[in-house]
T-cell receptor, first 108, second 114 residues
Framework: RKEVEQDPGPFNVPEGATVAFNCTYSNSASQSFFWYRQDCRKEPKLLMSVYSSGNEDGRFTAQLNRASQYISLLIRDSKLSDSATYLCVVNQGGKLIFGQGTELSVKP | EAGVVQSPRYKIIEKKQPVAFWCNPISGHNTLYWYRQNLGQGPELLIRYENEEAVDDSQLPKDRFSAERLKGVDSTLKIQPAELGDSAVYLC????????????FGQGTRLTVV
């Protein structure tokens, strides 16, 4: 079993749609959590950290459920520019473990 | 401020040849990571440094891969000899060392072994 699991997609959605990604992690001792965005042939970049109380940044909302060991990312009012791969990342004692990534394609 | 700098950006070599990648992290970042990313997959950790000490190299194939971080700044990752299956993007990242802090990635080196 992978330490961090994501549905690879692709998720194909129209502009303006709301889309949600989930991620599960296996190690309950994981300390911090992130969502990274990776554009085609580019390096990963931090999208947002994920806090236990949930957090929002504009159209993006991240949630953490420690009891169930899953993390979610909600994107509202999708834009064409949101098309990318979204990577779920878990920090275990300083080691950043990446999921496979979920591919999102937003269509006009 | 400059980000993480990697070189070369692209490298094509024949199998059994050696290859080296270089990384200059963000100034002041104590933690340095080397990741390997295959097409359609997330980055996989090869080695993590805290200053000049390799604190996690459990996933580094030590029969052919080696890394060093002299003086706790720049780092070099070497493969000798390269195999066809080593073709991938090699990403370097750095972090201030706070375990809640984000990691900043370089643009990566795309290695093709033929």
């Amino acid at each position: 079993r992978k330490e961090v699991e994501q549905d690879p997609g692709p998720f194909n959605v129209p502009e303006g749609a709301t889309v949600a990604f989930n991620c599960t992690y296996s190690n309950s001792a994981s300390q911090s959590f992130f969502w990274y965005r990776q554009d085609c042939r580019k390096e990963p970049k931090l999208l947002m950290s994920v806090y236990s109380s949930g957090n929002e940044d504009g159209r993006f909302t991240a949630q953490l459920n420690r009891a169930s060991q899953y993390i979610s990312l909600l994107i509202r009012d999708s834009k064409l520019s949101d098309s990318a791969t979204y990577l779920c990342v878990v920090n275990q004692g300083g080691k950043l473990i990446f999921g496979q990534g979920t591919e999102l394609s937003v269509k006009p | 401020e400059a980000g993480v700098v990697q070189s070369p950006r692209y490298k094509i070599i024949e199998k059994k040849q050696p290859v080296a990648f270089w990384c200059n992290p963000i100034s002041g970042h104590n933690t340095l990571y080397w990741y390997r990313q295959n097409l359609g997959q997330g980055p996989e950790l090869l080695i993590r440094y805290e200053n000049e000490e390799a604190v996690d190299d459990s996933q580094l194939p030590k029969d052919r891969f080696s890394a060093e971080r002299l003086k706790g700044v720049d780092s070099t990752l070497k493969i000798q000899p390269a195999e066809l299956g080593d073709s991938a993007v090699y990403l370097c990242a750095s972090s201030p060392g706070d375990r809640a802090a984000e990691a900043f990635f370089g643009q990566g080196t795309r290695l093709t072994v033929v």
